[in-house]
């Protein structure tokens, strides 16, 4: 079991059909995003982002600068898992399917369409010639790192329509809260509410999923289908853990109860923790009370080692001690005493019985990765970003 990694869905710019650059762009200039980093430091061994286009590579240069992100590949901190395209929903019987565009005759690409489209190792070079100010020999020393550090992974679309989006459509019908939800904004019964024709888009018009809140359910049905991504990504990674929406217990739970468990089985699988008073690093990164110089140091301290190797193997009882350790980490007593506190949540699978439902879910979701090599002890704990919520309006 590879907890000692974490696939970060908060960490990945949703670049969607618009200029991925000033997204990318966006995306860096927002501090939160980079606090969430340096939480994650201090949480895990090895973090691994999301992407389709790699600009989190060219933000994460801008963000640490370049000595710094040299030092995390070679160490093995930080690596990446590209899903090339883009998911999107179409009304009109159409769903959930993962477009690919490609360049024409009429109409050329710009560098960063080139960088959403094009085969990994280009995509990551134009990142670095465009979005950052490394000179060529710096380009040339970082690209084989980012190379060696990178997996992509490809869905053909007549698996996204058998598989992966019957995956996602089964979630919201036999989840009670999600599935009132669409009836209550419909106002329609089950036989008539039809998961491939929602209203709320023009004809021939589609739309990908965002960080922005949940709107419709659209935006719901698109941000299941990203936290079946993320399983699948998960999984394709080695079973590690996820930084998720809030509320995706919600969505294994549906899953489990599909497999044929009981509601007991079920919350003995899924336990629902919260560690309290835990310095807001995030916040105290963002608002410039935190240097990512600070980051490195507490993170390398043994305290701080310590507590990531208890969180790889938590128990309910060791939640106290966790927390102790955690602001043990932080070695800055001065700095600690002026940093608000904060709860992580997270959801962690408890029982020995849980290796025959997960793979249950990574076959219906991911089987194509191939489930012979998952290992039966996978069983990721959920940490929840309360920024990203599926609880509806």
Same mark, same amino acid.
């Given at each position: 079991?590879?907890?000692?990694?974490?696939?970060?869905?908060?960490?990945?710019? /949703?670049?969607?059909?618009?200029?991925?650059?000033?997204?990318?762009?966006?995306?860096?200039?927002?501090?939160?995003?980079?606090?969430?980093?340096?939480?994650?430091?201090?949480?895990?061994?090895?973090?691994?982002?999301?992407?389709?286009?790699?600009?989190?590579?060219?933000?994460?240069?801008?963000?640490?600068?370049?000595?710094?992100?040299?030092?995390?590949?070679?160490?093995?901190?930080?690596?990446?898992?590209?899903?090339?395209?883009?998911?999107?929903?179409?009304?009109?019987?159409?769903?959930?399917?993962?477009?690919?565009?490609?360049?024409?005759?009429?109409?050329?690409?710009?560098?960063?369409?080139?960088?959403?489209?094009?085969?990994?190792?280009? @995509?990551?070079?134009?990142?670095?010639?465009?979005?950052?100010? %490394?000179?060529?020999?710096?380009?040339?020393?970082?690209?084989?790192?980012?190379?060696?550090?990178?997996?992509?992974?490809?869905?053909?679309?007549?698996?996204?329509?058998?598989?992966?989006?019957?995956?996602?459509?089964? #979630?919201?019908?036999?989840?009670?809260? $999600?599935?009132? !939800?669409?009836? #209550? !904004?419909?106002?329609?019964?089950?036989?008539?509410?039809?998961?491939?024709?929602?209203?709320?888009?023009?004809?021939?018009?589609?739309?990908? @999923?965002?960080?922005?809140?949940?709107?419709?359910?659209?935006?719901? %049905?698109?941000?299941?289908?990203?936290?079946?991504?993320?399983?699948?990504?998960?999984?394709?990674?080695?079973?590690?853990?996820?930084?998720?929406?809030?509320?995706?217990?919600?969505?294994?739970?549906?899953?489990?109860? /599909?497999?044929?468990?009981?509601?007991?089985?079920?919350?003995?699988?899924?336990?629902?923790?919260?560690?309290?008073?835990?310095? #807001?690093?995030?916040?105290?990164?963002?608002?410039?009370?935190?240097?990512?110089?600070?980051?490195?140091?507490?993170?390398?301290?043994?305290?701080?080692?310590?507590? /990531?190797?208890?969180?790889?193997?938590?128990? %309910?009882?060791?939640?106290?001690?966790?927390?102790?350790? !955690?602001?043990? @980490?932080?070695?800055?007593?001065?700095?600690?005493?002026?940093?608000?506190?904060?709860?992580?949540?997270?959801?962690?699978?408890?029982?020995?019985? $849980?290796?025959?439902?997960?793979?249950?879910?990574?076959?219906?979701?991911?089987?194509?990765?191939?489930?012979?090599?998952?290992?039966?002890?996978?069983?990721?704990?959920?940490?929840?970003?309360?920024?990203?919520?599926?609880?509806?309006?």
């Amino acid at each position: 079991m590879n907890n000692s990694a974490i696939l970060n869905s908060r960490l990945y710019p /949703r670049i969607g059909l618009d200029n991925a650059f000033k997204v990318n762009k966006a995306f860096e200039s927002n501090n939160q995003f980079k606090g969430n980093l340096a939480e994650q430091l201090l949480l895990y061994d090895k973090i691994v982002f999301p992407t389709n286009d790699f600009g989190i590579v060219s933000i994460l240069n801008n963000w640490l600068g370049f000595h710094v992100l040299v030092e995390a590949l070679e160490e093995d901190i930080f690596s990446f898992i590209r899903s090339k395209g883009i998911m999107i929903y179409f009304n009109q019987g159409n769903g959930i399917n993962f477009i690919i565009a490609k360049e024409s005759q009429q109409k050329k690409f710009l560098w960063w369409q080139h960088s959403m489209f094009d085969d990994f190792e280009k @995509s990551i070079y134009l990142q670095l010639s465009n979005s950052t100010n %490394l000179n060529a020999d710096e380009i040339k020393q970082i690209l084989p790192l980012i190379i060696s550090k990178s997996k992509e992974l490809t869905f053909d679309t007549e698996y996204y329509k058998k598989d992966f989006a019957k995956e996602t459509y089964k #979630d919201i019908q036999e989840t009670p809260s $999600f599935i009132k !939800y669409f009836f #209550d !904004y419909y106002k329609v019964k089950d036989e008539k509410l039809d998961l491939l024709n929602l209203s709320g888009l023009k004809a021939n018009e589609g739309r990908v @999923s965002a960080i922005a809140p949940i709107k419709d359910p659209i935006d719901l %049905l698109l941000k299941l289908a990203e936290i079946n991504l993320e399983i699948a990504m998960s999984s394709f990674a080695g079973g590690i853990d996820i930084f998720t929406s809030e509320g995706a217990n919600q969505l294994l739970a549906t899953k489990f109860k /599909r497999l044929g468990y009981s509601s007991n089985q079920i919350d003995g699988f899924l336990k629902l923790l919260d560690l309290n008073n835990i310095p #807001d690093i995030e916040t105290a990164v963002a608002n410039n009370a935190l240097s990512f110089e600070d980051i490195w140091e507490f993170r390398n301290n043994n305290e701080s080692k310590q507590f /990531r190797n208890w969180l790889r193997k938590i128990n %309910l009882e060791d939640l106290r001690e966790l927390e102790r350790l !955690y602001v043990a @980490s932080i070695t800055k007593k001065s700095i600690v005493e002026k940093i608000p506190s904060k709860i992580f949540r997270f959801c962690v699978t408890t029982a020995i019985g $849980f290796v025959n439902p997960i793979l249950g879910i990574i076959t219906s979701v991911a089987d194509s990765f191939g489930v012979d090599k998952i290992k039966t002890e996978y069983n990721p704990k959920l940490f929840f970003d309360k920024l990203s919520k599926l609880n509806t309006p």
